[in-house]
């Protein structure tokens, strides 16, 4: 038989309260983690670090920037904002190869590696002065596919030396079975390239008679037999010496769109790192992955609010019961019977 004592407990409301508190913070450490399903993101970002990456044509936090400040930026800011779970790897770009860093990891895991590589992308690991943007791109595309990730390829799409007169190489892979973006860096009007000698000190800019103004591999252009000197055997890009802007640099965005559509990933100019992880969530491929839910943190919450209902809400409307009067303040739940 239960003591008078004790079914007085029993009626009083805060007994409840606390016990639903105590079987909540029991809970808390002894509930397993659910399993749900989620839209994963597996992305390889490949970076141009080739030296028109240089140009300072951007702006970080209101100060010029080179394009490759820019893009370290964009994906350290998009690391922590990309939808769990992700995975994230790494290459770069230079002369004609994309070269792979670390295979895609989780980005949770491992985020401090992943920042500190970001970190330490530098124009200076690239091993030729060269830029062949359409092999480094289709060689990105195949890296993508074998580890099964979408790609991300940044570059300002400036070709050095300039493309022959019949085009770039084609694409001969599968159209579409990559997806991913070309991600478009630098702003649209020529800028010039720094320039650097051999310890890696900047010496100003290259000028026109420093690069390739025009590609004289291969067939020569349309125009080629109206130009001065033009020979058909010995001169058949004509005599004289090419002019151009090729020692100036901008976002090449008609080339980089004409890349997109023949290997069927989709274009974006960068700006910041909210449209980017946007538009990866728009073009990336689906990836159902199972997700942890951990309940210790609702749970938890659960539990804080009951202590704060017995301790913290029905001791101030006793208070304010007493002051002005039981039924100005009548709160049933909380009265002792």
């Not at 702003?187 to 720094?194: D, G, K, Q, R, V």
């Not at 009951?306 to 002005?324: M, W």
Request: aromatic share 10%.
């Amino acid at each position: 038989m239960i003591a008078p004592a004790s079914r007085g407990s029993l009626r009083d409301p805060r007994f409840w309260v606390l016990t639903g508190a105590a079987l909540l913070l029991f809970a808390t450490f002894a509930a397993p983690s659910l399993t749900r399903t989620g839209n994963g993101v597996d992305v390889l970002v490949i970076v141009d670090i080739t030296g028109s990456m240089n140009v300072r044509d951007v702006k970080l936090a209101g100060r010029p920037a080179s394009r490759l400040d820019l893009v370290k930026s964009v994906l350290r800011e998009a690391l922590a904002s990309l939808p769990c779970p992700a995975r994230f790897g790494l290459g770069v770009f230079s002369e004609r190869q994309s070269f792979l860093l670390f295979e895609p990891v989780d980005v949770c895991a491992a985020f401090d590696a992943i920042e500190g590589t970001l970190a330490g992308l530098d124009w200076r690991m690239g091993w030729e002065g060269d830029s062949h943007v359409a092999m480094g791109l289709y060689r990105a595309i195949d890296m993508a596919r074998d580890v099964k990730a979408d790609l991300a390829f940044f570059t300002d799409g400036h070709e050095a030396p300039p493309p022959p007169a019949s085009g770039g190489p084609a694409f001969e892979g599968e159209r579409g079975a990559v997806k991913g973006l070309i991600m478009g860096v630098g702003e649209y009007a020529l800028s010039p390239i720094p320039k650097f000698d051999d310890d890696g000190r900047e010496i100003g800019f290259y000028g026109m008679n420093d690069v390739l103004q025009e590609n004289r591999f291969g067939p020569p252009p349309k125009d080629a037999e109206g130009r001065e000197g033009y020979n058909p055997r010995n001169a058949p890009f004509g005599g004289q010496v090419a002019t151009g802007s090729e020692h100036l640099s901008s976002v090449r965005e008609p080339y980089l769109k004409s890349l997109a559509e023949a290997t069927g990933l989709a274009y974006r100019h960068l700006s910041d790192a909210p449209s980017f992880v946007a538009a990866l969530k728009e073009t990336a491929k689906p990836r159902p992955v199972p997700v942890a839910l951990d309940l210790r943190p609702f749970l938890a919450s659960g539990a804080l609010a009951l202590l704060l209902a017995a301790y913290g809400l029905a001791p101030a409307l006793a208070a304010l019961r007493r002051r002005f009067g039981a039924k100005s303040f009548a709160f049933p739940f909380f009265r002792r019977t």
